[in-house]
């Protein structure tokens, strides 16, 4: 796990690796955005990199997210006590682990944005909970690339049936697609992934049915991002390369941990 020092140099050097990616693709530093994914993160680690003015934190399970929301609210509610001139700014969680239909209701209010969208029954308990809750939920599919084996995903030709449905309901907002390559040493490896998901995004958004706000792409994680954004990502989401592997033993996978699971 990275020391404060560690954390600090990690961070810079890693912004700085996007940013030259975002130009390399013919874009802004601005226009690529991190998810910094706190999975192996300590609490002091999250406080530190809210310090440091990051804004944008992932988690990929449900309790975790619950707890390291509430650390991060603790620490901005003090720092806005005690100094509300130099606190740091607003903070947004991202959810993008695998979600079971009976988190949903306790995983809306937490976040800004669900990446790990994968079935028409999960839409359908998003939509009644977010009624419920009055609110929008801005929602991303995940799409699973043809040579991938990974567990999670819908099918590319799955995905616009199931934006179509999505854009049939009120209280969800498709925002894009996100996927997960499959883990390899070889960032290379990952390349005709995005691609492909890649091109499904540009080809929906010049269909031009899902508005200007279909616009977010996530894919690339620490050991591919600059070849995601090379692709096209404008949402990486990173945990390891800023704060280090997970300690000795500790079970960080998208596993369900739920006996009671519902799908
Ligand atoms: C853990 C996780 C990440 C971050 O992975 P790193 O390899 O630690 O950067 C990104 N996306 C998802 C869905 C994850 O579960």
């Not at 997210?65 to 609210?73: G, I, K, M, N």
């Not at 894919?219 to 989401?237: K, L, P, Q, T, Y």
Request: some cysteine; hydrophobic content about 40%.
């Amino acid at each position: 796990m990275a020391s404060r020092s560690e954390l600090a140099e990690n961070y810079r050097h890693v912004m700085e690796r996007v940013a030259a990616a975002a130009r390399r693709s013919g874009r802004h530093a601005d226009d690529v955005m991190t998810v910094a994914v706190t999975k192996t993160a300590s609490p002091d680690q999250i406080r530190q990199l809210i310090e440091l003015g990051h804004q944008d934190f992932g988690e990929n399970r449900v309790q975790q997210l619950e707890q390291r929301t509430a650390v991060a609210e603790e620490f901005l509610a003090r720092r806005r006590m005690l100094a509300p001139e130099g606190a740091p700014s607003e903070i947004r969680w991202h959810m993008i682990g695998h979600l079971q239909r009976n988190k949903v209701k306790s995983v809306i209010p937490l976040v800004k944005l669900i990446h790990s969208v994968d079935s028409l029954r999960l839409i359908e308990e998003i939509q009644t909970q977010a009624a419920k809750l009055g609110r929008k939920v801005d929602l991303l599919l995940q799409v699973k690339a043809a040579s991938d084996p990974t567990k999670f995903g819908l099918a590319v030709p799955a995905v616009p049936h199931l934006a179509e449905q999505i854009d049939t309901m009120l209280h969800l907002r498709l925002r894009g697609l996100m996927t997960i390559a499959p883990y390899d040493d070889d960032p290379e490896v990952s390349r005709p992934i995005f691609e492909q998901v890649a091109e499904l995004f540009t080809d929906m958004r010049k269909e031009g049915r899902y508005g200007e706000t279909f616009n977010i792409l996530s894919m690339g994680m620490s050991g591919d991002f600059e070849v995601a954004i090379e692709c096209g990502a404008n949402v990486v989401r990173l945990g390891r390369c800023l704060f280090g592997e997970a300690p000795e033993g500790e079970d960080v996978d998208d596993e369900d941990d739920d006996p009671a699971d519902d799908d």
